[in-house]
């Protein structure tokens, strides 16, 4: 699994953060979600490739899930982490908490969080080029955040290195599909990698 990508990434051309999407960089690659663990195994493996001396990059891979849940228990409210008291209410008050978590998941507060780690990667030194973020974790962090409303919050961010969306769904006509059914909501400006493939 993700063989197929690999050449698109390993492209010198494509690995310049310039090319491509200039004002917006940011690409979604799809795949089947019932391939999710084959998936996370792929990953550090593409990871490696292209940290071989013949491609020379070093990519960043983020499960905005995992992020998320970091996020929640370095905010604190009284002295405690945030995340403990959302686990104490998730039973008394599920509604309350499922607002909650998707305000702290869509606010600029964790996006900057997050974007200045992407960025902090690419403008780090090293012998390998930084041209790469890897973003995964949907499924995990739905119905809390949207592949569509991420990259909107991101825009702003998006300077100096190139996202690429790991998407477990389905693409076409434009339209994005979390599991094959879930609309993620109008994410026109990121190019899907894999009519690349097909072309």
Same mark, same amino acid.
Not at 52 to 70: F, H, K, M, T
Not at 142 to 169: C, T
Not at 170 to 188: C, I, K, W
């Given at each position: ?26 690409? /979604?690659? /799809? ?30 891979? /983020? ?47 964790? /996006? ?6 992407f960025s902090a990667f690419a403008q780090e030194e090293g012998g390998l080029d930084r041209s790469y973020v890897f973003v995964h974790g949907w499924g995990e962090v ?58």
């Open positions: 699994m993700l063989d197929d990508l690999f050449p698109i990434l390993a492209d010198p051309d494509f690995q310049k953060p310039g090319s491509g999407l200039m004002s917006f960089p940011a690409y /979604v690659y /799809v795949y089947p979600p019932d391939e999710e663990y084959a998936f996370r195994e792929a990953l550090p493996q593409l990871q490696e490739r292209l940290r071989r001396p013949n491609v020379g990059q070093n990519s960043l891979a /983020v499960n905005i899930y995992d992020a998320l849940v970091e996020h929640l228990e370095e905010k604190t409210l009284g002295g405690r982490p945030l995340l403990d008291r959302i686990l104490e209410q998730e039973e008394q008050d599920p509604e309350k908490v499922d607002r909650q978590v998707k305000r702290h998941a869509r606010s600029e507060e964790f /996006v900057e969080q997050v974007a200045s780690r739905h119905p809390y955040l949207r592949a569509s409303q991420f990259l909107d919050l991101m825009e702003p961010h998006l300077r100096g290195y190139k996202v690429v969306l790991f998407y477990p769904g389905t693409y076409d006509n434009g339209e994005f599909r979390l599991f094959g059914e879930l609309s993620s909501g109008n994410v026109y400006r990121a190019s899907c990698l894999n009519e690349r493939l097909e072309a």
